[in-house]
């Protein structure tokens, strides 16, 4: 098993920027993929961003350019720096660690985002 804790989260206001972490614990496999999901009230949770164990990187096209996806393989942290915050990006955003050993979520941090 793995757990997962994120930190980071708050309120600012448009145009500012937020640093996201999870830290992982456990029994974490050395090769994996971490993300970032968000999921706003009312909506489906989504893609942010992903990174392999390799740093090869995805991001939702909403994100691109302005959220920068990181890891510290070493510290098994996983980072998120977000920029240009927008008030649509406001959602609770949830780290996920996916290796053969199986898919754990962290319990969430919320962003809050005003104009």
């Known amino acids: 098993q793995a757990q997962l804790e994120e930190s980071g989260g708050g309120l600012v206001q448009a145009g500012e920027s937020l640093r996201l972490s999870c830290t992982a614990s456990?029994?974490?496999?050395?090769?994996?993929?971490m993300g970032w999901y968000r999921q706003a009230p009312g909506k489906q949770r989504e893609l942010v961003a992903t990174?392999?164990?390799?740093?090869?990187?995805n991001y939702a096209s909403s994100v691109k350019g302005r959220f920068t996806i990181s890891r510290d393989n070493a510290k098994n942290t996983l980072y998120l720096q977000m920029n240009n915050l927008k008030p649509e990006d406001t959602a609770a955003y949830y780290c996920?660690?996916?290796?053969?050993?199986?898919?754990?979520w962290g319990q969430g941090t919320q962003v809050t985002v005003s104009s």
């Open positions: 990174i392999t164990s390799f740093a090869l990187t």
């Open positions: 456990g029994d974490i496999f050395s090769i994996n993929t």
């Open positions: 996920r660690l996916l290796s053969p050993r199986g898919n754990y």
